[in-house]
């Protein structure tokens, strides 16, 4: 029998060595490790620290030198972006922002075009009604490692109030070469002379995807057409537009909701009742006259910039109005019947699987609120005030929206 070793040895067999070897090699990885989260967290709060945005404005002044980063032009005036500032923009990282819930009903018509699958609703309203889902950033690698950029937007939804803008946007949101901020800017009507740094509600985005916005008072306010221009002439122009009549008695009711004590639908639509004057000037009633408002966007923009997506059909036929916006965002058709069923309750098309998540989703709690009712010859008196601006708006789009048969 071997004598045992002299205390103090050094370990002869490989096992013992091998696993000294195992030692320091975990101990060197843990090392890197720590070392890389180091180093990413401090690149995490770098990003989050103030500083200007790249590129230089009019005058070879940095955006935010003269005060608060204004467009060339002053505030208030359509200015000469610069050139940069027209092509793809690299902004401030933001946190990313939340989703909320779409606008109120619509329209009331019902769809026929598919009815809900059993186990998808499992409540009234369906299993996402009135739900609000907290935007993730899109599935890619590159993105959750805080790659891309935030860019200028290139395609913008203006409108219109009330006529189904929401919900477009929530459904191309499905589209994985979309992204959009969450929020209406309303940067080109309220906030313009906060400058390009205040553009940074962007979200991020790869090569190849498109960065869009939604602004309905876009396209009712004056100098919108030519503050977008000045930013890019090529920015494609998004509008959803419905039955002017349809659309000015959900907008009251969506003030109503808000303000019980208003006047009535009738004493707000006329100056004079008796004599069936129209109150132009009022909002619900102004917006809806579609062909002067397209008139001031057609003085910038050529037509081929603009598309008119048709609320009612967005409705009857999402997948088919999805696919004509698909095309003219030049993005490959991939939403189409599969994302959607209809919800009997809400009266209105959901998603299958909203973006961000793996559950269905519909619209928010107020779609679907019934509108009051309405005397039926104050309705029958603006479907004649409306005729002729809704026939020169056919003209002017080359499509008959089908509002006064």
Not at 119 to 128: D, K, V
Not at 200 to 217: A, F, H, N, V, Y
Not at 286 to 306: C, D, K, N, S, V
Request: aromatic share 8%; hydrophobic share 35%; with cysteine.
């Amino acid at each position: 029998m071997a004598p045992p070793a002299p205390a103090g040895a050094h370990p002869t067999s490989a096992e013992p060595l091998s696993r000294s070897i195992f030692r320091k090699f975990l101990l060197m990885l843990c090392s890197l490790l720590t070392s890389l989260y180091v180093f990413y967290c401090l690149a995490e709060r770098c990003q989050t620290l103030s500083g200007p945005v790249v590129g230089r404005l009019g005058g070879g002044k940095e955006a935010g030198a003269s005060g608060r980063g204004v467009p060339a032009g002053g505030p208030g005036e359509p200015a000469a972006w610069p050139a940069a500032a027209r092509g793809k923009r690299l902004l401030q990282v933001q946190p990313w922002p939340r989703r909320r819930p779409l606008a109120p009903r619509e329209d009331g018509e019902v769809a026929a075009w598919e009815e809900e699958p059993p186990g998808l609703a499992g409540s009234p309203g369906g299993s996402g009604a009135g739900s609000s889902v907290a935007e993730t950033p899109p599935g890619t690698l590159a993105l959750l490692l805080d790659e891309g950029s935030k860019q200028l937007p290139q395609a913008i939804i203006i409108g219109v109030k009330k006529g189904g803008r929401r919900a477009l946007l929530e459904f191309l949101r499905v589209h994985p070469d979309v992204r959009a901020v969450g929020a209406e800017p309303h940067f080109f009507d309220r906030s313009y002379d906060k400058g390009l740094a205040w553009r940074d509600l962007m979200p991020r985005t790869l090569e190849g995807q498109i960065t869009m916005e939604k602004t309905p008072s876009y396209f009712v306010t004056r100098e919108a057409p030519a503050r977008i221009s000045a930013m890019s002439k090529d920015t494609k122009l998004l509008v959803v537009v419905r039955d002017p009549v349809t659309r000015a008695v959900s907008d009251y009711t969506q003030t109503l909701s808000k303000r019980p004590d208003i006047p009535s639908f009738e004493s707000l639509a006329f100056r004079n009742r008796t004599a069936g004057l129209v109150d132009r000037a009022w909002s619900a009633i102004q917006i809806g006259l579609y062909a002067e408002h397209l008139e001031r966007w057609l003085r910038h923009f050529p037509a081929r910039q603009l598309l008119f997506v048709s609320g009612e059909r967005l409705v009857r036929d999402p997948a088919g109005e999805l696919g004509r916006v698909q095309d003219f965002l030049g993005l490959k058709r991939i939403i189409s019947d599969k994302h959607f069923y209809f919800n009997q309750t809400k009266g209105f098309p959901c998603l299958k699987k909203a973006e961000g998540s793996g559950r269905p989703h519909c619209l928010g709690k107020t779609k679907g609120r019934p509108h009051p009712e309405i005397d039926g010859q104050v309705l029958r008196r603006l479907r004649d005030f409306y005729r002729p601006f809704n026939r020169k708006f056919y003209q002017m789009t080359g499509h008959d929206f089908g509002w006064d048969g």
